[in-house]
């Protein structure tokens, strides 16, 4: 695991957003954004809180929390509630929408709707989203898509998705267009 850097240090977040095509605020909100889902996590079972945050290719910031239910297998992770809130606000099309009239083609891909992922805990250390989750971005998002893991002290480690999720599977693998892109 890379080492942890610091979102209170100006140069780790600037080194960070210049690797993944961010800028400050857009990092800046995305932790804000996370952390406050986080905040609203219904976890009375397990009591760790995760915030996720999404932020669209047209700049709106989609936020979900884990919400856990007694009958544990029906528990939601903050990664999908925030996925499933986006495609219900037609996120994953509106980018797909906008970059094929820039185009002037059809069917021009942007990779979905999304540019970046965050994830909060309450963790010492960053805590990756679990492998139901990693598939259900890799549904939604860019091979090349970052996403960013936060502590309880904002401390932050970057990964593309291809890294937490190495030999994916998703649409294309099914031979088929890919439909969160169409």
Do not use: W
Not at 29 to 52: E, T
Not at 72 to 93: I, L, M, S
């Amino acid at each position: 695991m890379p080492t942890p850097l610091s979102a209170s240090s100006a140069p780790d977040v600037e080194a960070a957003c210049a690797a993944h095509d961010l800028t400050p605020a857009e990092f800046g909100a995305l932790r804000d954004a996370a952390q406050g889902a986080k905040a609203r996590a219904y976890c009375p079972y397990s009591r760790f809180r995760v915030g996720a945050a999404l932020l669209t290719r047209s700049g709106a910031y989609v936020t979900g929390a884990n919400v856990e239910n007694a009958s544990y297998p029906v528990t939601t992770c903050a990664e999908r509630v925030a996925f499933g809130t986006a495609v219900v606000a037609g996120y994953h099309q509106q980018a797909q929408q906008q970059q094929t009239q820039a185009d002037g083609q059809q069917g021009a891909g942007v990779g979905g709707g999304f540019k970046a992922v965050a994830v909060a805990t309450d963790a010492v250390g960053p805590a990756s989203p679990c492998g139901m989750c990693r598939q259900c971005i890799r549904e939604f998002c860019d091979l090349s898509v970052p996403i960013i893991m936060f502590d309880k002290d904002s401390k932050f480690i970057v990964m593309k998705l291809e890294e937490l999720l190495p030999l994916s599977f998703g649409p294309d693998s099914l031979g088929v267009p890919d439909p969160a892109k169409s």
